[in-house]
């Protein structure tokens, strides 16, 4: 068997071709992987920091002018149409995708400058999708222009398309900072872009102060684009340093606000009706009403009384609420910042392609100067190649023009040369010959033109002509030879563009601390209540319980724990793998039937129960008190495990509301839990039972306090197939501990019979033939409220 496999291994060898290369597996896969990745950044997901535009962005609008001269001043042309052509032509990827590039660039609430101007629908702030491309129609916007109508100087280099039979611009001729103008946003591998809009006036006058002064920090340029002005407005209430500092360094959080006024009638402030007329960049309307009557209907703001929506063309955006007479309209908007999509962080990201020192596009982040002054290096490469194009169309003429007003001078010799010529080719060789001063260009270009045009009568226009172009041709030699002045002709043109389109900032600005701060508190009617839960983890609040047997309970489940509360407390769960979960009484459903599954509201480890509840309502659980000799204050919890370990640790870390995964207060051994949590004072002594049978009493300062979640210390020594069942808090004389064995029968064991000892011990053998099967809890004392403030 051996040589039959290394005569087929041979065999395989030898017929291998010796061209074929073997690479490894991982290199290849990282190889492909990272071209991919290059890919997805160059070509698709990140901008060019030069005109502000993506791939197919730039596809879109280069076939609409080049191809299809859908310009401001032409028809509409059905979008499908220009979808068509830029897939088939330019951009070879999905017409979905490409048609909602197209859309995005016709939204003036998307863009602070829309490129394409829409006709139908295509979409709204509502949330309104567009409409099918067959059904609506677009041409570029006058703004658009700007950014490709000097394509015809040849001031951009272009490459083949994707199949070779065309040409395309690698970057759009962009007469204004687009990119900043209109923001982008885009995911790539391993990096994103998200840049918001900004105003084009104060963008433009920013472009000219660093032209005056290159030296110009970020935080000098923003005395002029003082932040994002986005299209539907918005306030942005981060601090002014913290907004200079994310522009310093290309990345941050801009918190964004909608803004709200009083509603005026009849010039009087009525205190019942707020009017939200602005909202932050990206959220859309249809959902934000949704959201708003969720809180009404459910009444979780009672100060909420109506909702309603009455936005239209001539006074914009417009969404009422009504609230109670007499209500705090600054209390309920702090409510609706909180949970609602009112208030919104803006992710600022400015990563986009620019050139490196060698004029390679590479992915970076930029800070506002950079972005300021990549366009501008831009600017002036492009606006030079511009004069120097024109300069070579002035030249061409100029020579052009110089030949026929040599030939004027033998206007009469010429005619009588072309009439004796046999053709153009000809005639052309016999007057270069009879004007030695005349070249190939020239001497066609006379051919080529009536030859009147030459006469008398028009070589004064010709001549005239000559002067003109000579003058306009030194004038551009002049820009060309000094950067100082091509920087002016940059300026100057950028100050037109601000001229000629206009607009009045749209997002204001102010400080996190202008509005009234969200405060639970403010919104909930405190009322004496009771949380419920069950064995199997079920909760639920009460305001009354007559007796514990006429609560409603699942099949097979149980109350574990009635938690006298007011609805502005907190109510801590323990659970037995060491987790605390911290909960609002308000966020527990108030109900009269079974109630909800704490999982729920927490994420609960696989296999956790709970193993008790306590309030934070200081009727009923003290108030954090320091002790002496002690870091944490009191009162302190004694926690019991399975396995026999004891712990003490303060309360107060517990009482603040905690995330849904909760925090640690007790640090298990595998297959160890927790099995009882109850709060004791250094003065009690306390019992551990075993399955066993076993009883220890320790006194509880026996255990030290723990400065946070840890292990403990031993309590109860036991045997190798032992397990703790529970404890029992021993205040008074007359306190027992309760135990059904294995018969079935209930025990008790009184303080007298058990002296304290010292924990870690293995414990009494208080029975030598039957074991406990589990510990029985106390009766259930209902509170009676009228000695703890208020009746229910």
């Not at 025990?747 to 510990?775: A, D, M, N, P, W």
């Amino acid at each position: 068997m051996a040589d039959r496999r290394n005569g087929r291994a041979g065999a395989s060898e030898q017929a291998a071709p010796e061209q074929f290369a073997y690479a490894p597996l991982s290199e290849e896969t990282r190889r492909r992987y990272l071209n991919y990745a290059m890919s997805v950044i160059m070509s698709r997901a990140l901008p060019d920091a030069r005109d502000g535009l993506k791939p197919v962005q730039r596809r879109i609008l280069y076939t609409m002018f080049n191809e299809l001269g859908v310009t401001f001043d032409a028809k509409f042309v059905k979008c499908a149409r220009i979808i068509g052509d830029v897939v088939g032509k330019y951009h070879p990827h999905g017409q979905s995708a490409v048609y909602e590039a197209l859309v995005r660039l016709a939204q003036d609430f998307t863009l602070r400058a829309p490129l394409v101007f829409p006709q139908g629908n295509f979409g709204s702030v509502i949330g309104l999708p567009a409409a099918a491309e067959r059904y609506t129609e677009a041409k570029l916007s006058k703004i658009a222009e700007e950014l490709l109508s000097e394509l015809k100087y040849d001031t951009v280099d272009t490459r083949p398309t994707y199949d070779a039979e065309r040409q395309e611009p690698v970057v759009l001729p962009a007469r204004f900072p687009n990119l900043l103008v209109n923001g982008a946003s885009g995911i790539a591998v391993g990096m994103a872009t998200n840049i918001p809009p900004h105003n084009l006036g104060e963008v433009l006058r920013a472009c000219g102060m660093l032209i005056e002064n290159p030296e110009l920090s970020v935080r000098q340029i923003m005395r002029t684009i003082k932040g994002p002005d986005f299209p539907l407005g918005g306030r942005v209430v981060t601090n002014v340093d913290e907004l200079k500092s994310i522009y310093e360094e290309g990345r941050g959080s801009i918190k964004v606000r909608g803004e709200w006024k009083f509603d005026v009638e009849k010039k009087k402030e009525v205190q019942n009706r707020i009017i939200i007329h602005s909202i932050p960049y990206g959220v859309e309307t249809g959902p934000l009403m949704e959201q708003l009557g969720e809180i009404r209907d459910s009444r979780r703001l009672p100060q909420l009384v109506d909702v309603s929506d009455l936005s239209d063309d001539k006074h914009g955006l417009r969404i009422m609420l009504e609230i109670k007479s007499g209500a705090d309209a600054e209390v309920v908007m702090a409510y609706l910042f909180k949970h609602t999509s009112l208030e919104q962080n803006f992710g600022y990201n400015a990563t986009a392609l620019a050139p490196d020192e060698h004029g390679v596009l590479t992915p970076r982040r930029l800070d506002l100067k950079q972005l300021l002054q990549c366009f501008l290096d831009f600017r002036f490469t492009t606006v030079r190649k511009r004069f120097e194009f024109q300069l070579r169309q002035l030249e061409r003429r100029i020579h052009i023009l110089e030949g026929f007003e040599i030939i004027f001078d033998g206007l009469d010799k010429a005619l009588k040369i072309i009439r004796s010529s046999d053709g153009r080719q000809d005639a052309a060789v016999k007057l270069m010959k009879a004007f030695p001063l005349l070249d190939e260009e020239q001497t066609f270009a006379v051919l080529d033109i009536a030859l009147y045009r030459i006469s008398q009568l028009e070589i004064g226009r010709i001549r005239e002509e000559l002067a003109e172009k000579r003058k306009e041709a030194e004038r551009i030699r002049g820009i060309l030879k000094s950067d100082k002045k091509l920087w002016g002709v940059v300026q100057e043109e950028l100050e037109e563009i601000g001229k000629a389109y206009p607009g009045e900032r749209r997002t204001n600005f102010g400080t996190s601390d202008e509005v009234t701060e969200f405060d639970a508190s403010a919104y909930i009617v405190k009322e004496n209540t009771q949380v419920v839960v069950s064995t199997d983890g079920w909760v639920r609040r009460i305001n009354k319980i007559s007796t514990v047997d006429k609560l409603r309970m699942r099949e097979g489940d149980s109350v574990l724990a009635i938690v006298p509360c007011s609805t502005l407390d907190n109510v801590v769960f323990f659970s037995s793998d060491g987790m605390a979960y911290t909960l609002t009484v308000n966020e527990i459903p108030a109900s009269t039937g079974y109630g909800e599954p704490l999982a729920k509201f927490v994420r609960m480890g696989d296999g956790a129960r709970i193993v008790t509840a306590l309030s934070t309502d200081s009727r009923f659980t003290p108030a954090d008190r320091e002790v002496k000799g002690q870091a944490t204050p009191s009162p302190f919890l004694f926690v019991a495990t399975a396995a026999g370990q004891v712990a003490r640790l303060s309360l107060s870390w517990y009482r603040q509301v905690s995330t849904k995964a909760g925090r640690k207060y007790c640090r298990l051994r595998d297959k160890d839990r927790v099995v009882h949590v109850e709060i004791m004072d250094d003065s009690d002594s306390v019992f551990l039972a075993t399955r066993k049978a076993r009883l220890l009493h320790f006194k509880v300062d026996d255990v030290p306090v723990l400065g946070g979640a840890g292990m403990g210390v031993r309590g109860i020594k036991l045997e190798s197939d032992d397990i703790v069942l529970g404890a029992q808090r021993l205040t008074r004389p007359s306190d027992t501990l309760k135990a059904i064995n294995e018969n079935d029968k209930e025990l008790s064991f009184g303080q007298g019979k058990y002296e304290i000892t010292s924990r870690g011990g293995r414990g009494v053998k208080t029975s030598h033939r039957t074991g406990f099967k589990f510990l029985v809890r106390g009766e259930f004392a209902l509170p009676d409220w009228t000695q703890h403030g208020g009746t229910n």
